[in-house]
Nanobody, 125 residues
Framework: QVQLVESGGGLVQAGGSLRLSCAAS????????MGWFRQAPGKEREFVAA????????YYADSVKGRFTVSRDIAKNTVDLQMNTLKPEDTAVYYC??????????????????WGQGTQVTVSS
């Protein structure tokens, strides 16, 4: 079982930066792929970035590649999302998520078993 709590959302102007943090608890955190997703009003939840448990691979949606960076601190049990050069279209509720242990990396919402409560990110133009 993994419990996830996000923090760090807020309001920022276009071109600015925010850093989201996800605090995880639970014995399986170290063996779980971690993902960040977002959901804008009226849209489906979509993949943003992921950090794999085996080898620390990172993956990004094309829309955020080069602007967002996902990182993981095993000692602190956290997964962070550094977001730079933010655009109004990045406005959404951002969710941290975890797959069950020892699974292949996935971008599908349905493959993530554990979710945080979400944090709002608003980018003004």
């Amino acid at each position: 079982q993994v419990q996830l709590v996000e923090s760090g959302g807020g309001l920022v102007q276009a071109g600015g930066s925010l850093r989201l943090s996800c605090a995880a608890s639970g014995r399986t955190f170290r063996s779980s792929n971690m993902g960040w997703f977002r959901q804008a009003p009226g849209k489906e939840r979509e993949f943003v970035a992921a950090f794999t448990y085996n080898g620390g691979g990172t993956y990004y949606a094309d829309s955020v590649k080069g602007r967002f960076t996902v990182s993981r601190d095993i000692a602190k049990n956290t997964v962070d999302l550094q977001m730079n050069t933010l655009k109004p279209e990045d406005t959404a509720v951002y969710y941290c998520a975890a797959q069950k242990s020892f699974r292949d990396y996935s971008r599908a919402v349905s493959d993530y078993a554990y979710w945080g409560q979400g944090t709002q990110v608003t980018v003004s133009s």
